[in-house]
C-alpha cells in the first residue's frame, strides 16, 4: 500500500505492506502526525516554531530533552566539518531561495551568522545575536523519517519505507525478507532515478541541487551555502548516503556536499559508508554501483 | 570474539551523537558485509635463558604463524568469519628446577629440541538481528601432535536503551592430551580436560566521544590441569607437576574508548582477575589509534600486566613440604611484566597493509608487591607481524 502526502515542502510517501487496512491507516495516522509535530516544532519557515522562539529571545532557555539531542548532533557535525555545517546559517539559506542577493544583504546575514554566536551548555540555550535564523535543515527531515519508521513499527507494520522528499528510512524489509530496491534520485533529471539499490536496513538520504537549486544566467547555484563566505558551495550535484539511520545518512550526504568535491569524496571514503556522488557533469563516484 | 569492521573514527563520533535520537540501531552500520580476505605471518620469539643458572639448551620457544582469514556477509544480516591457522614451534622449555647455592634456583631446560605443528581452524557466525542486537556462535578446533582441542561459544547483545547494551555469553572447550614418549618419561597415556566460561557484560555510551564498557566473567576448569611435560623437584627426587583437578576463576573488565579528535582515539583496557589456587591478576592495557594523511594509521600501546603465584607454586619443594600439589610451571609462579607495542597500517585502495612489533619483558621485580618466590623461568620475548588484506567491493 502507498500513500502520498507533502510535509516539509517537499512530496512525501509511506510504503507500507502485509497489514491490515486498519494497521496501514493507523501508521499513516501517526506518520502525519509525527511529522506535523515536528514541522511545528523545527521548521525555520514557520513563526510559530521552537525555534522561532528560541532565536527571538537572547535570554537562556532550557530546552527539552529532543531538542537538547538535535543541538548535541549540529554541534558535532559542526566540529567535523570545520565550522561549514551550521545551524545559525538559517538567514543566508533564505537569501538564496529563489533568488541572487546582493553582497551587501550577505555581508548582513553574514553578520547574524556563526556558532560563536550562541551559548549551548546542554541542556540551556541562548542566542546573543538579535535577528539569526536557526536552520535544522539536513537533520529534522532525516530525523523525521527515523522517527516515522519507528512509530510504523509500534503501529505493528513490519515491512515498509517512509519516504520524505528522497529521504528513506526502513521499518523492515519485505514479508518474504527481501531487501527494498529503492531509487537514488538523479540530479537535474526531474523525477528519474540514477540507481537502484537494496536497502536492507537503516536509511538513505540523498543531498544536491537537483531539487532547489537557483539558475540565474545559465550558472546553477545550489541551496547548500557556505555560512563562511555566504555564496553557495560549489560541489556535487549530488550525495547520496545509505547508514544505519536516515538522521546518520543525511548528516553524512549535507557534510560532503559541504565540503567539496575533493575532501568529501575523501570524507565519505574515510567514514565508510555506502555512498554514491554525481558531479555537475554527469561523474559517478563511490562504492554504490549503478 | 568480535569480528565485525570496526568504523572510522568519524563514523564512530557521528554514531555515538545520533544515538541519542535513533538509538543504537544506528550502530548497525558498524558491520561490513563486503567480504574480505587476509594473510598474516606472526614471528614469536623467546629471548635465550640468561636470567638464571641454567642446566641444558639455553634456546627458548620460537613460534612462526601463519594465518588466513576471511569475512563476509551471508545473507542480509549474517556476518561469517573464517581463521585458518598454521604453527610450527621449536626450541626448548624450562622443565624443572634444583637448588643452588644458597638456595637459589638452577633452572633446568628440556634437553630436546621441541619441534611441533599447531594446525587450527575456526569459524564464527554473527546474526544482526536489527536495532544493535547481535548474537554470534562460533566454533573452533585446533590439533597438533599430543593435544586436540574442540571449543564451542555463543553471545548475545541487547540495547537495554539508546545508551546501554547488555551483552552476555558462553562457552566450552574440551582439550585431549596425549602426550609424546609418555612411556619413556613416565607421562600421563590420555588425559582430558573441560573449560567453561560465561560473561556478562554492559557498554555505555557515555557522551558522543566516550564509551565505557564493564563485564565479569567466570570459568571453571575440571580434568587434567598439570603439564606433563614438566616436573618438579620435591627434595632429591623430581616428581611429575601435580596441580588439582579443577580452577574457578572470576574476572573483572573495565574497556574505555575516547575519540580524542576526528582522527585520534585512546583505547585503555582492565582486567582484575582471581582464582581458586590462589592468584590474582592485574592486566592494564592502553593504545593510541592516530590516522594520519594518506591512509596511514600508527597504534602505539603499553601493557602491564601482575600476577602472583599459586599456593602450590615453588621453584623447588623441601622432602618435608606436605602438599597434594606441586608445581614448579614458571606460569604459575609470581612476576610481572611490562609490554610496548607499535603497529601500523596502511591502506592502498582495495589492499590494506598491517605490521607490527611487540616486546615484552617478565620477571619477578614488575610483579605489585614482589613476587615472594623466585620465578627462574620468567619469560622475555620480541613478536613482529606483517599481514595484507583484500576487500572486496
Known amino acids: 500500500m502507498r500513500f502520498e502526502f507533502s510535509t516539509m515542502g517537499c512530496p512525501c510517501a509511506l510504503h507500507v505492506e502485509d497489514v491490515s487496512d486498519d494497521v496501514a491507516q493507523r501508521a499513516l495516522a501517526v506518520t502525519l502526525a509525527e511529522v506535523d509535530r515536528l514541522d511545528r516544532k523545527y521548521s525555520h519557515y514557520r513563526d510559530d516554531s521552537l525555534l522561532a522562539t528560541l532565536q527571538r529571545s537572547t535570554d537562556a532557555i532550557d530546552v527539552d530533552d529532543e531538542t537538547a539531542n538535535l543541538f548535541d548532533f549540529a554541534a558535532e557535525l559542526h566540529r567535523q566539518s570545520d565550522g561549514l555545517f551550521d545551524i545559525t546559517a538559517g538567514k543566508l539559506t533564505r537569501l538564496w531561495d529563489g533568488r541572487k542577493p546582493a553582497q551587501a544583504e550577505i555581508d548582513a546575514a553574514l553578520r547574524v551568522t556563526g556558532w560563536h554566536r550562541i551559548e549551548w551548555r546542554r541542556p540551556t540555550l541562548r542566542v546573543t545575536t538579535r535577528h539569526m535564523h536557526l536552520d535544522f535543515g539536513g537533520l529534522v527531515k532525516e530525523y523525521a523519517a527515523d522517527r516515522c519508521a519507528e512509530l510504523c513499527r509500534e503501529a505493528g507494520v513490519g515491512s515498509g519505507v517512509v519516504d520524505l522528499g528522497g529521504d528513506l528510512a526502513l521499518i523492515g524489509p519485505h514479508a518474504n525478507g527481501e531487501a527494498w530496491i529503492v531509487g537514488i534520485k538523479a540530479p537535474r533529471a526531474e523525477g528519474k532515478a540514477a540507481a537502484s539499490i537494496a536497502l536492507p536496513r537503516g536509511g538513505l538520504a540523498t543531498s544536491g541541487d537537483y531539487e532547489r537549486a537557483l539558475v540565474i544566467d545559465g550558472k546553477r547555484y545550489s541551496h547548500i551555502v557556505d555560512p563562511r563566505t555566504g555564496w553557495p558551495i560549489e560541489s556535487f550535484a549530488s550525495v547520496s548516503v545509505v547508514a544505519g539511520s536516515c538522521l546518520v545518512a543525511g548528516s553524512a550526504s549535507t557534510l560532503a556536499m559541504l565540503l567539496g568535491i575533493e575532501r568529501g569524496g575523501e570524507w565519505l571514503r574515510e567514514l565508510g559508508l555506502p555512498h554514491l556522488c554525481i558531479d555537475g557533469d554527469g561523474n559517478v563516484s563511490g562504492d554504490i554501483k549503478i | ?393
Open chain 2, 1 to 393: 570474539m568480535n569480528t565485525t569492521k570496526r568504523p572510522s573514527p568519524s563514523l564512530s563520533l557521528l554514531l555515538a551523537a545520533s544515538a541519542a535520537l535513533v538509538g543504537q540501531k544506528a550502530h548497525a552500520d558498524e558491520t561490513s558485509t563486503a567480504p574480505t580476505v587476509g594473510y598474516r605471518f606472526n614471528v614469536y620469539d623467546e629471548d635465550s635463558f640468561s636470567g638464571a643458572p641454567a642446566i641444558g639448551s639455553d634456546k627458548r620457544y620460537h613460534v612462526d604463524t601463519q594465518q588466513l582469514d576471511f569475512s563476509g556477509g551471508v545473507g542480509e544480516r549474517n556476518t561469517l568469519n573464517v581463521d585458518a591457522t598454521h604453527e610450527v614451534m621449536s626450541g626448548s622449555s624450562p622443565w624443572y628446577s634444583l637448588p643452588g647455592p644458597n638456595n637459589k634456583p638452577i633452572q633446568v631446560l628440556s634437553g630436546a629440541t621441541i619441534r611441533d605443528h599447531r594446525s587450527a581452524i575456526s569459524a564464527s557466525l554473527t546474526h544482526d538481528a536489527g536495532g544493535n542486537s547481535t548474537t554470534t556462535g562460533s566454533a573452533s578446533y585446533s590439533t597438533e601432535n599430543d593435544y586436540h582441542a574442540t571449543a564451542l561459544g555463543l553471545e548475545h547483545t541487547i540495547p537495554l536503551n539508546a545508551a546501554l547494551t547488555l551483552g552476555f555469553g558462553g562457552s566450552l572447550s574440551h582439550d585431549i592430551i596425549e602426550p609424546t614418549a609418555a612411556e619413556l618419561f613416565g607421562r600421563i597415556r590420555h588425559a582430558e580436560k573441560n573449560t567453561y566460561s560465561a560473561f556478562g557484560s554492559l557498554s555505555w555510551v557515555l557522551n558522543k566521544a566516550s564509551v565505557l564498557e564493564s563485564g565479569v566473567q567466570l570459568n571453571y576448569q575440571a580434568g587434567f590441569l598439570s603439564d606433563p611435560y614438566k616436573l618438579a623437584t620435591v627434595g632429591d627426587v623430581q616428581l611429575p607437576d601435580t596441580r588439582p583437578d579443577r580452577r574457578t576463576e572470576a574476572a573483572w573488565l573495565v574497556r574505555y574508548r575516547l575519540a580524542v579528535t576526528a582522527d585520534a582515539s585512546f583505547h585503555a583496557d582492565s582486567r582484575v582477575a582471581a582464582n581458586s589456587w590462589g592468584q590474582k591478576s592485574l592486566t592494564l592495557d592502553a593504545s593510541w589509534y592516530q590516522t594520519l594523511p594518506g591512509d596511514w594509521q600508527i597504534i602505539p600501546g603499553v601493557r602491564y600486566y601482575s600476577q602472583d603465584s599459586a599456593r602450590f607454586y615453588a621453584p623447588f619443594f623441601g622432602a618435608n613440604d606436605a602438599s597434594a600439589f606441586y608445581s614448579s610451571d614458571y606460569r604459575l609462579g609470581g612476576f610481572g611484566s611490562v609490554a610496548g607495542h607499535l603497529d601500523l597500517r596502511k591502506q592502498f585502495g582495495r589492499w590494506e597493509f598491517t605490521a607490527g612489533m611487540e616486546r615484552y619483558h617478565a620477571t619477578t621485580r614488575y610483579a605489585l608487591g614482589g613476587a615472594d618466590e623466585a620465578n627462574p623461568g620468567a619469560v622475555s620475548y620480541t613478536r613482529i607481524f606483517a599481514g595484507l588484506d583484500y576487500h572486496f567491493d
